[in-house]
C-alpha cells in the first residue's frame, strides 16, 4: 500500500477504458441548465448516474432541492469515517452550456463522445462532468489501494445550476451550514494555464453584468428632417461607455478599477504566461491597463467588457434616429473591487457628465475570491502536484473568469484549493468542446496523489508550514 501504487491504479483505471466509459454515459444526458425542458435530464443525472456512482464509493447521498431555482437541484453526499476526523469538502457541477449541435462540425455530437486521436470531443467534457468524474475515479483508486478508509471524511456538492449562475448555491451552503462543514474545499473547474502545466488557483475574478440604455422617445424620427435637433440615443450611450473604458481598454472611472496588484499576487504571476497555445487567441499587446504584464491584466486586474449592444435595425438600417439604445457589459474584477458601490458610482458619473438619460440595470454579480498565495494548504498543494507530475505546477492566485466560489469561501469560511483539468482551448462553452486525453491520464494520477496525501496529514489540518 503506498503512493505510487495509487497513482499506478488511477492510470490503470484510464488505460482500461474505464474512465471513458463512465465519461460517454455521462455527457449522453442533455443537461443544459438553461433551458426550463431540460429539467427532468437535470434531475435524472443525479438520480440514476451519480447518487449510484457515490454510494459505490461509500457515499450517503440525497438529492436537495435548491431554495432558489426548483428546477436547478443538488446532489449531497457524504462519505465520513470518523466525525473526529478532519473533513474535505468537493464541488462540481453537472449541468452544461447549451449545446447548439447544429454548429458543431461534421462527425461531432454534442451528446456523444467522440474520440479523434488524442481528443475526446463532447458537451461537458470539459466543464464539468469530466473535471468531477476525473475526481471521482480518482477517489476510489485511492480507496482501492487504502483499503476503504482514507484517514479523513469527504463531502461532495454537484451543482445542476452553474451554467446558469449557481442560483441557491449560497442560500443551500447557509441552510446547510453544519451538512457541509468541513476544513478544506478541492474544487475543480476551469482551465489549466496551458495543457502541458499542472494548475492550482486559489479563487476567482468576480463577474457583474450590466445593461445600459437610453430611451429618448417613444418613436423613431427622420434623420434629415430632425438631425441636429433631437438627441440620439445611440449616440448619447457610446459616449457614456467610452467615459468608462477607453480604446485601448483602460478603466477611466476609478471605481471600476481595482487596488493595486498586491505584492504576493504579482510574484505569483510573474511565473505565468497567458496561454498562446494553437487553438488560443493572438494577445493584442497594447490593450488593457498600461504598466502590467498580460499575466497581470488578465488576472490582477479588472475589465469592462461591452458583449453585445443595439439600437435600431443593424441589418436593414433605415434613415432615422433612433427611439433608444442597448449596450449589454460586463466587468470582471478581482479581490479589494468595491462592487457593492458600483451601481451607485455609475450613477453618480453619468449624472455628473450630462449622461441622465442613461439607465443603469444590474442584471447578475458574482463575488470575487482569493485564499491568499501564502496560505499554509497552497504550498502543501503545490507540493502534491509536483510530487505526482514531476515538474513544478503554476499558481494561480485567481482565475480568470468567475466561479460561484463565494458560497465556500465566504459563506461556509473556508480555504478553497482548486485543481482544474481542462486547458484554455478546449472550446468550453462553445461547439466542439474537447478534452486531450493525455491530460485527462495526468489528471487522474493528479487527483489521486492529494487524495493521498490528504490521508498521510494524519490530524495536522491544516498542514504545518516548513
Not at 485564499?371 to 492566485?397: I, K, M
Request: hydrophobic share 40%; charged share 20%; glycine share 10%.
Amino acid at each position: 500500500m503506498d503512493r505510487q501504487h495509487a497513482l499506478a491504479r488511477a492510470a490503470a483505471h484510464f488505460d482500461s477504458g474505464a474512465f471513458l466509459a463512465d465519461l460517454e454515459r455521462r455527457v449522453a444526458h442533455p443537461t443544459e441548465s438553461a433551458f426550463p425542458a431540460r429539467e427532468p435530464p437535470l434531475r435524472e443525472y443525479l438520480t440514476a448516474e451519480m447518487v449510484p456512482a457515490v454510494e459505490r464509493l461509500g457515499f450517503a447521498a440525497r438529492i436537495v432541492e435548491n431554495p432558489v431555482s426548483a428546477r436547478h437541484p443538488f446532489l449531497v453526499a457524504r462519505r465520513v469515517e470518523d466525525p473526529a476526523l478532519p473533513t474535505v469538502l468537493t464541488y462540481g457541477h453537472g449541468d452544461v452550456q447549451p449545446a447548439h449541435p447544429e454548429q458543431w462540425r461534421a462527425g461531432l455530437d454534442p451528446w456523444r463522445v467522440v474520440v479523434e486521436g488524442d481528443r475526446w470531443y463532447g458537451r461537458g467534457v470539459a466543464d464539468n462532468k469530466g473535471q468531477h468524474s476525473i475526481n471521482l475515479a480518482a477517489l476510489e483508486q485511492v480507496l482501492a489501494e487504502r483499503g476503504q478508509r482514507l484517514g479523513y471524511n469527504v463531502t461532495l456538492l454537484l451543482d445542476m445550476g452553474e451554467e446558469s449562475g449557481s442560483p441557491g448555491l449560497s442560500e443551500l451552503c447557509a441552510q446547510l451550514r453544519g451538512e457541509l462543514a468541513a476544513d478544506l474545499l478541492i474544487g475543480s473547474d476551469g482551465p489549466r494555464v496551458a495543457a502541458d502545466r499542472p494548475t492550482v488557483f486559489l479563487g476567482s475574478r468576480g463577474s457583474m453584468n450590466v445593461t445600459f440604455r437610453a430611451r429618448a422617445r417613444a418613436a423613431s424620427h427622420h434623420s434629415g428632417n430632425w438631425g441636429g435637433v433631437l438627441a440620439n440615443p445611440a449616440t448619447v450611450l457610446l459616449n457614456a461607455v467610452a467615459s468608462l473604458v477607453d480604446g485601448r481598454g483602460r478603466l477611466l472611472l476609478d471605481a471600476l478599477r481595482p487596488p493595486a496588484v498586491p505584492e504576493p499576487v504579482r510574484r505569483a504571476l510573474a511565473e505565468i504566461t497567458v496561454d498562446q497555445g494553437p487553438d488560443s487567441p493572438v494577445l493584442d499587446a497594447d490593450w488593457g491597463e498600461p504598466g502590467l504584464t498580460p499575466s497581470e491584466r488578465l488576472f490582477g486586474w479588472n475589465t469592462l467588457e461591452v458583449l453585445a449592444m443595439t439600437s435600431g435595425d443593424p441589418d436593414g438600417p433605415v434613415n432615422a434616429i433612433p427611439a433608444d439604445a442597448r449596450v449589454h457589459c460586463q466587468l470582471r474584477f478581482v479581490v479589494g473591487t468595491d462592487w457593492e458601490s458600483i451601481e451607485e458610482r455609475l450613477r453618480e458619473h453619468f449624472d455628473r457628465h450630462g449622461f441622465g438619460m442613461v439607465e443603469i440595470d444590474v442584471e447578475h454579480v458574482m463575488a470575487a475570491t482569493r485564499l491568499h498565495p501564502e496560505d499554509p494548504w497552497v504550498g502543501w498543494t503545490l507540493g502534491s502536484l509536483e510530487r505526482s507530475t514531476g515538474r513544478a505546477p503554476a499558481l494561480l492566485p485567481n482565475l480568470g473568469g468567475s466561479l460561484p466560489n463565494e458560497a465556500f469561501a465566504h459563506v461556509l469560511g473556508l480555504p478553497t484549493v482548486w485543481v482544474p483539468h481542462s486547458y484554455p482551448g478546449c472550446a468550453q462553452h462553445a461547439p466542439d468542446e474537447h478534452l486531450p486525453a493525455p491530460l485527462v491520464r495526468e489528471a487522474l494520477q493528479v487527483m489521486a496523489g492529494l487524495w493521498w496525501d490528504l490521508g498521510e496529514l494524519g490530524s495536522d489540518w491544516p498542514p504545518r508550514t516548513r
